[in-house]
Nanobody, 119 residues
Framework: QVQLVESGGGLVQAGGSLRLSCAASGSIVSIDAMGWYRQAPGKERELVAAITSGGITNYADSVKGRFTISRDNAKNTVILQMNSLKPEDTCVYYC?????????????WGQGTQVTVSS
């Protein structure tokens, strides 16, 4: 079994910064892409940023220039540094990882962490 544990959410004023962290553990052989998604009430979950095992990144247009995704392959960890936060960034943020184990290749999700940006 594989677990993804997120941390770092919270309440911040507009213009502030937060750093989200997600650590994968369990029966992991390798991890391909890792990413962060977010979901607001009544809306679909959307991609925020993703990064491949080789370090290639992809960002939603709404966060380009403000958010930075990075990963530590040795620690199976992905980080999302969020700067210049806006009230519209308020969402539950989820970590996702495509994990190869002894038995399968599949996507795993974290439990979600709340980010609230006040105006």
């Amino acid at each position: 079994q594989v677990q993804l544990v997120e941390s770092g959410g919270g309440l911040v004023q507009a213009g502030g910064s937060l750093r989200l962290s997600c650590a994968a553990s369990g029966s992991i052989v390798s991890i391909d892409a890792m990413g962060w998604y977010r979901q607001a009430p009544g809306k679909e979950r959307e991609l925020v940023a993703a990064i491949t095992s080789g370090g290639i990144t992809n960002y939603a247009d709404s966060v380009k220039g403000r958010f930075t995704i990075s990963r530590d392959n040795a620690k199976n960890t992905v980080i999302l540094q969020m700067n210049s936060l806006k009230p519209e960034d308020t969402c539950v943020y989820y970590c996702k990882a495509r994990v190869s184990s002894r038995w399968s290749i599949r996507d795993y999700w974290g439990q979600g962490t709340q980010v609230t940006v006040s105006s």
